[in-house]
Structure formats: structure tokens, C-alpha cells
């Protein structure tokens, strides 16, 4: 399913959502569109281990129905983890997302790639090119950079990326990967999961805390 | 810029056969280098998979360009479903693959895969192809090719997968004929449940000599085998093909489905990524009756036949039902003819009533019957309509059998803008025969009245609005009325053009498209092509022409070489004016209509003599027989 665009994704989760006769709100307006807001795109490419969307039916379900008649409609490759009702004024997800947690898995981690991890924490900043309208344009992205930091296991090494990501800008994982030399383009990239602020802290859109996420992610 | 460059390195390699050393492909490794992976990805909701123990017949269907062009063609998604509904039988889905898709293959030396199992091309049994346009040919020899399958009949062995083609470009299947094994004339719901059958009797048989597979299916109706045919030249003109065995038909005809009985699919493939036409699509009838001379699907799909009102809803409700589309198309050649369209419309949106579907008409005739049935289904009319004039005046539209008037055509863009829609899309044909500057000025004229309408609907009504005016070329098609007449020059194609570009360019509300006048020029070369005509396309192909059809990839340059390098002058297949008593390259294949009628059509035509439609006046007596239609026949003015 990595395969697939954000807007494809989005359409699958309709159409299934559509079969599974659920009755999804429209939003308001010329062109009345299915209430379904993912909390962040995923580029194509990377899988996802933990998304979120927000649905808004016109009448209430039961949580575990919708999962189940939801699921049914699916193709293989994506799972519905979890139901959640959540209070209409919370505001949509998509607007407290602030980072997200990717991992790289590399086959090999030399110490040249741990030194590339030490300089670019300790940099200024961390300019890269984007693609713009008309020409590239640079942009820093070390404020964006959380942290990074590497657990090594048996046959592959792991490099978790806390990135920021959001509407008010973020960093890509294959930005921070490109400064790694050799084949990184085939390095396995996933998204483990997002992050809201909660007061002081980043929390996980089910609650959980990122530090402790972060430590049971090390031992796995 | 970057797709060209990949184009250019791949000429060099291009011969080296692909070496094929395993039947499945690891495709998932590729799928990380290319754009718009989803088109090799498969798994949509809907594909099939089956357990391999289960199969006996192996059927690739392939089609010669993207996937998203693909997967938008309703002809495909019918024999996908159909085949495997045949227990034991599994048909999966090939496409033409992009440039970069193409570079990983030839480097990676890896063969052309189906979409469902990773399956190499060179490993099914049977290797069907959609044939739908002309310049799709080249996409057909690449797919050949990197699927590890030789290019040319007579070089495949046992083994090997026979390769078959079908659809509308098989009519004149000529210029595809030493690349063939077979090709299927007529609806493939009709022959494909039979072909599949023989198949595996074949197969059964222990015979392994593919010769007598095709010496067998020779004789089933509607099945050309071409290497068993051969033309005969008299006095150094083509006299016709001649059977090179006894006991084969010297005409193939085509077959024609009971549509009403016949299979349609609810399980339609839902895609993941945005194709062109990503919806679904409910075929309500087949053939069209309006005669227009210059379409050969008016020809080749008679006689009409419609699906009834309780079947076609049944079948809507059932495909909304099980993919979840948000659009439900009604196709045809000419939605407005259906005999109870309203009722249709109606029945249709009482069984949406809750669900949130949009219907769409698309095929519609350019009157105010067609817009009110257009406002019947559209939740928002801020839309555009479109409308097929296809000529500037009244004359040139009689001589091509287009029955509209220019008051019909002005009292429907008033309607229209009345209604409250801001876009006006009108079709034209440049080229057609017996045009003069008078009829090119007539298209501009056409198109200022109807601004002159929409500035009357904007002060009233809306304070935006444009007209797009899109000018196609005419291409002389076989088993038409106008297959005797030649194509105008190139020179002609670009200077007409220029007088249209000129007409709009001080009109700041029109925006004016036309095609690329040397494809309309290849379309012509090879609609009306013959055998002479496959090595110029082997070679265009050999030297990196690919999917054409696709304007940023067109060269022509290229196939003008590729004509000059087999001593081929193009000029005699675009300007090809036979006489009547001509044969015809594709005098073998009998759509079921008369060459006798088409002659009478074509001289009404230069007389701008107008035919009626066969549905409202009575037969015309084109030749079919078993038409459903001639019981209404009345005394024929042909
Ligand atoms: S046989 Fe007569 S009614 Fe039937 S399609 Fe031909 S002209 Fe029309």
C-alpha cells in the first residue's frame, strides 16, 4: 500500500467506507465532498505503521461495528487498528499534528554514518533545496529536526527520526537520509507514528506520551 | 525533459533480445524507482486471484498503453470479469509500461509482468490485446517484445503464448497481420467463452503443433488467422486475399453479442490512483443509428441493441453496491437515443435517492431534449456542456450526415447559458470532404454567434464564461462511406489550421485547440494501411517510437525515416483514392454492412444528400441481416 498517493488513499477509504453503506457527512459548500481528513499525508513510498483520520458520520456508530464493516471493505494492506469517538469540538487533527516518528532501517551502520548523525545535531542549520513553483528554493531545516538517534540490533541498524511536520513546516526523512552516502534510496523508510502537543509534551493522537513511546520502541 | 533523455539511451540497446530466465517478477524492487508506482501495483478492490493449483488456461489481457488510459476502457474490464467467471480459466491485466518502467526492464534485463501475479508476458497461454487506435501500434511490438515473445508469428515456437487482438482496430487489422496469430472480429463477450474452450481442448490433446490450434479455430466464426491468408496482386494492384488452405471462409464476419442476455461486470475494478475516467461505467446500449459517414463505430458496432430498463438498474444498483463509485457513467455512442432515456434517468436516481451517486451522460446530442435530461442528473449545473457540430455549415453537415441545424445548435447554447452553466466545449473536424474556405470561415461564424448568445446570458446571468473550440482531423476510416476518399495533405492539415488560429486569435473568449497534424496524418496511413505496411512499423518502433499517442513522446521525424528506410511513401495509404470497383485491404472483414451501401452513402454524401436515422424512418437497407430493425422497414430511398 506504500505504493499508493495520500489523495489515492484517501479515495480507497471512501469508497470502502461507501460499500460498507456508512453514512459519512458531507462537508458544506458548491462541491460537497465526504467528511474524511486524513491527519498528515504520507509521501508514496513510505509505509505507515500509525495513521489517523478524522471521519464524520451523520449518525452515531459503534465504534467497533465501524471497524469491523470498515475492515471487511478494505484491500490486504491496511488495517484498521482502532476506533475512537472523539468530541465534535476538538478541532480536526490535521491541525495539531506537530511531528512525526520515522525509522530507517539500515543493513549496515558504520561509524562514518553515526559521525554524518553527530554533525548534522550539532550544525547551525540544515539547508536543503525544495522543488517551488518556478525554481528551487532553499530552505533550513534544523528546527525541524527533533532528534536522531540509532538503535542497533542484530541484522539491521535503526535510525529513529522525530521530524517535525504540520503546517508549519517539517522535514522529510529522505532529506535528512540524503546526507548519508551510498544506496540510501533503497533504504527501508516507515512512518511509526505522529505526534500532537499536549501542553508541554507530544502525545500520541490515542494518548500516549512521547517519551515512553520512545522506550518501548528501543526495546522492540 | 527527463523522459526524453531516458528515450534517446534506449535506442542503443534496444535489439538485445530481453533475457528471460525466471516466469515471475520480483516487481516489488521496482516499484520504489518509478513515478506513479499504483500502475504496476494490482490489488485493487475487485482483482481477481486465484490459486494456481486452479488454473488450466493462463489469458493475459493486454493493453497497449498506460495503465490509466487502460483501466478507463470499458471493453477490458467486460473480458476481465467475463474470463474469469470460466472456472479454471485466469485472466490477468498487462500494460504498456512508462519510460522509466521500460529503462529499469531493458537494464535489469527483466520481462514485461502482469499485474496481478508478476507473471512475464512470455509465460500465459494466450496474450490478448485491446486494439483501439492506430498509434497505439508501436506500444503493441514494445510490449511483445519485452514480455520475451518474437515480434513475428511465424518466429514463435511451441511454447510460446499465441497472441491474439480484438476490439475496433481490427477491422483493418492488416498493417498488425505478420505480428498476429489471430485476431477476434466482433464483440469478445461472443467469441472469447468459445476460443477459451478450444483452447484447452488443444491443450488436452496432447497435439502440441500450434498450426493446428489456429487451423482449427480458423473455422470458428469471426476468428481471422492472417498467416493463413495472402494477398493476391493483378496487374500490380492489390486483387484481395486469398486463402492459403481449403476449407477456410474467404470473409470473416464479425460476431455480435445478444447484449440484453449477454454478461456485464458489477464487480468492476475499483483503481487506486486517478485514471481518466475513474468511475463507473453502465453500458446502456450498443451501435448508433445517426449515420454520421466519417464513423466507423457507427458501422462496425450494428445493429443497435439496448439493454432493457429493469436490467440496466439491477446492474447499476449491484456495481454502486460492491466498488463504492461516486459516479455512475451511462455509455453508449449516443446517450440521447436510447428509447426510454428519461424513464432510465428516472428509475436510476429513485434507486440513488440516498446514496450520494452521480449519474453522467456523456455522448450527448447538442439540443435542449439532451440538456434537460442533463439538468435531470446533475446535482450542480455551474458545469460546461458539450456539443459535436463537427462542421461550419449546413452543407458541409449534410454531406457528412450530421443532423443539426445551426437554430438547434444556437437555441441549445442560449439553454444552456440560461441554465446557468460558464462552459461551452464545441467539436469540429477539419479536412472533411468537399471542405472549402467558406466551410473553415462558417466554424468561426458558428463559434462568434454563439459568443454573441453567451454575452447576451452573461448580463443577464453569469459574469464568467468560455468557449472552447477543438478542431480534430479528418481520417478517412475503413468500412465507412468515406473510405474511398483521401486525407488532405499535411501542408493542407497545417494551413487550414492556421486560418482557424487566425479566426480566434483576436477572440479573447475563445480558446481554439486542434491536433497535431502529423498524427492525424500516421492515424490515416495506417487506418487505411495493408501488410506493406508492418515492416515501416517494426522499424519506428526499433528506433524508439513508443506510445504515440502521447504528444511529448511523438516524433515524427522519426517515422518519416523509418517510411523512407522500407521504401514506403505514406502519401499512398493518406491520399489513397480508390475506385469502387477497387478491392480494399479489408474487403475480408465483414462488418455486416454492405460495401453496396456505403457506396450509396458516399454518393449521397457528395450530392449533400441527408440519410435518416434507421430507429425513426425505417430501415435504410445497409446490408445486416438479422437486424432487429428491418421489421420496420418502409420503402428505402437509397
Ligand atoms: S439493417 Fe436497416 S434497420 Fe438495421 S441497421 Fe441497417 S439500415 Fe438500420
Redesign the pocket.
Known sequence: MKYISHLDLQRTCIRALRRASVPVALSQGFNPQPRLVFAAPLAVGIEGRNEYFDLFLTSFWDGTLLKQVLQEQLPAGLEIKATLPVDLHAGPLSALVEAALYVALFPVFPEEYAHILTDILEAEEFIVLRAGKNKGREVDIRPFIYNLETKKGSDTTRLFMLLATGSRGGARPEEVLAKFPGETKTVKVYRENIFIQNGEALITPGGEALQEYLERLRKS | MFLSRIKRSIYLFLMEVVNIYMNTVDYQSLLDQVQKPARYLGKEINAVYKPPGDIDLHLALAFPDLYEVGMSHLGIKILYALSNNIPGVYAERVFAPAWDMEELLRTKRLPLFSLETGTSLCAFDLVGFTIQYELSYTAILNMLELGGIPLHSEERKKGDPFVMGGGPGVFNPEPLAPFFDFFVIGDGEEILPELLLEYRRWKKSGDAERRSFLRQIASIPGIYVPSFYEPVVREGKFAGLKPLLSGLPSVITKRTVDLEDSFYPEAFLVPYMNIIHDRAMLEIFR?C?QGCRFCQAGIIY???RNRSISRLRELGKNIIAGTGFEELSLASLSTSDYPGIEELVDALNEEFKDKDVQLSLPSLRADSFALRLADRVQKNRGGGVTFAPEAGTQRLRNVINKKITREEILGAAEEALFSGRNHIKLYFMIGLPTEKEEDLLGIAGLVREIAAVSGKAKKNKRSSFRITVSASTFVPKAHTPFQWEPQISLEEIKRRQNLLKREFRSNRKVNFTWHEAEMSFLEAVFARGDRKLAPALQKAYQMGSRLDAWSDEFSFSLWERAFRETGINPDDYAAFQPGYEDSLPWDHIDTG?SKD?LKKEHLRAIKGELTGD??LE???????KN????Q??RDVPV
Open positions: 451501435g443509428t450494428r445493429p443497435v454492412v451501401f434507421c430507429r425505417g430501415c435504410r437497407g445497409c446490408g445486416l437486424c432487429p430493425g428491418i420496420v422497414t
